[in-house]
């Protein structure tokens, strides 16, 4: 295992590789890595993602694992089970379907570093000399595990630990002014939510959270009951005036950060369409003049008794298109190996934010890219981990094709003639024949028979609607604000 170096004042605590017997009959040696850094800024100080871990498995049976995160040696696991299938089933799906971890009574743990997991860095994809082997890079990635590092992002460390620290302090607040701004305040699934009031996988999970979008006028032609639900999800964030004078750098952080991160991700996005073999711009045509993206903070405190409190987040696959996570170093978060069912811990890397693929892409590819299956689990270390994970999708009325036309299934592409928009001569910027809307608004004006043929569920035999699969995702998530907003014209 490699050692891991965070740059000043990044605190990197230990973690202890916990050898767990399950089948096998095999032990592992207890590892730590520690940093020889020192801190002067927050107790939990952020890096930007992770390092993988993976154990050799015998059988290509799923399996689910405990891995424990602490200072000391002395720690206790928890095998926990959950029920799901892993298989991917969207080549041939016309419905959309949050798909959760596979299970076996079999607990693996990971106890080596994995390398499959592939640090990118920007730098070589903006360089038309070093995008080939970028591209051929991240197709291997997508294709085996649905996920990769990404350094050189162009988001300065400053704007990181703004964005964090902003998070930490607000979580830090006395618990009423938070619930200033509870969720179920918001039509538009914006706020806070308390510890144990979210279920994953159907199982409660033990962490806050706090989540935001694009900071949007509300829709006034929106009428609940009558028109289609994702148009609601149009409108601000909350600001109490209270929590404001408290945190007078919160607001502007947050909504910098989400700036930077929508920038990001189109860069990423682009980065995708061309490793798919498509035009550069492709995505930047599907998602329209006004993508729409979620931005959730989470703390997950330090537990005592693994056995009282297991699961931070249960093991779920991410709904849209693309995440990018900004994570501190406590740790805790696993991803699964898709072709056998084995979790990896994903260990923070500094300077770097973890990409993974969701649904909606592993949907448009026909199964070709994986959408990474992960799970956080509490952590024994007397630290709280923090992370912020961005969801990048399309406009809210953007209609998405059920797969990419004639896409080439080869594990390796010619990529040596691969232009970014900015080398694509003007001429060539053009629609790809995918029908999209350029604004998250609909007019007055807008057609009935279009307004309730996505207000059902918005598919059909071509493609679906965005904003229909947006709100099932987060009104499956927050059905409390569904009950108060959405039942009933108010």
Not at 69 to 81: G, L, R
Not at 299 to 309: G, L, Q
Not at 380 to 401: A, E, H, K, N
Request: proline share 6%; charged share 20%.
């Amino acid at each position: 295992m490699s050692e891991i170096h965070a740059p000043a004042g990044i605190v990197v605590p230990t973690f202890v590789e916990i050898p767990f017997a399950a089948t096998s009959s095999s032990t592992s040696s207890v590892s730590t890595t520690t940093s020889a850094s020192k801190t002067t800024i927050a107790p939990t100080s952020l890096s930007s993602t992770t390092t993988l871990s993976t154990a050799t498995v015998a059988t290509k049976a799923p399996s689910t694992t405990i891995t424990t995160i602490a200072t000391a040696t002395a720690v206790t696991s928890s095998a926990i089970t959950t029920s799901t299938d892993n298989t991917p089933t969207l080549a041939t799906s016309t419905k959309l379907t949050t798909t959760a971890v596979a299970t076996t009574t079999t607990e693996k743990v990971a106890t080596k570093a994995n390398e499959k997991v592939k640090v990118l860095s920007l730098q070589d994809f903006n360089n038309p000399a070093t995008r080939p082997r970028f591209l051929a890079d991240m197709r291997e990635s997508l294709i085996e595990l649905g996920t990769f590092y990404i350094k050189d992002h162009g988001i300065t460390t400053e704007m990181t630990l703004s964005a964090m620290k902003a998070v930490q302090d607000y979580f830090a607040l006395p618990l009423e002014e938070k619930k200033k701004m509870l969720i179920g305040n918001s039509r538009h699934f914006r706020g806070y939510k308390l510890i144990g009031e979210e279920f994953t996988n159907s199982q409660v999970d033990h962490r806050e959270q706090l989540q935001f979008g694009p900071e949007q006028s509300v829709l006034p032609s929106f009428i609940p009951t009558h028109s289609p639900d994702y148009q609601g999800l149009q409108g601000p964030n909350q600001w109490p005036a209270s929590t404001l004078d408290l945190l007078p750098s919160f607001q502007p952080h947050i909504l910098e950060f989400m700036h930077q991160l929508e920038t990001l991700s189109h860069r990423l996005m682009e980065a995708i369409a061309l490793s798919l073999g498509q035009s550069a711009h492709y995505f930047r045509d599907l998602f329209g003049s006004t993508p729409y993206y979620r931005l959730k903070a989470a703390k997950y405190p330090s537990v005592k008794n693994t056995k009282a409190a297991t699961i931070g987040c249960g093991a779920h696959k991410d709904t849209g298109f693309l995440t990018v996570l900004l994570q501190d170093m406590v740790g805790g978060l696993q991803g699964q190996i898709p072709a056998t069912g084995e979790w990896m811990d994903t260990r923070p890397v500094p300077e770097t934010f973890i990409v993974t693929m969701g649904e909606a892409m592993e949907r448009m590819t026909g199964g070709l890219y994986q959408a990474t299956v992960h799970r956080v689990l509490n952590n024994m270390s007397g630290q709280d981990r923090y992370s912020i994970p961005f969801f990048f999708d399309p406009s809210l009325d953007t209609r998405v094709p059920n797969q990419i036309e004639s896409l080439d299934r080869s594990t390796r592409l010619d990529f040596s003639n691969a232009q970014t928009r900015e080398e694509l001569p003007a001429e060539t910027f053009c629609g790809l024949g995918i029908t999209t809307q350029d604004n998250v608004s609909l007019p007055n004006g807008a057609s009935s028979s279009r307004q309730s043929a996505a207000a059902v569920d918005g598919e059909d035999e071509q493609n679906w609607s965005s904003g229909a699969h947006v709100f099932e995702t987060v009104h499956r998530c927050h059905p409390e604000v569904y009950a108060r907003w959405y039942t009933r014209e108010v």
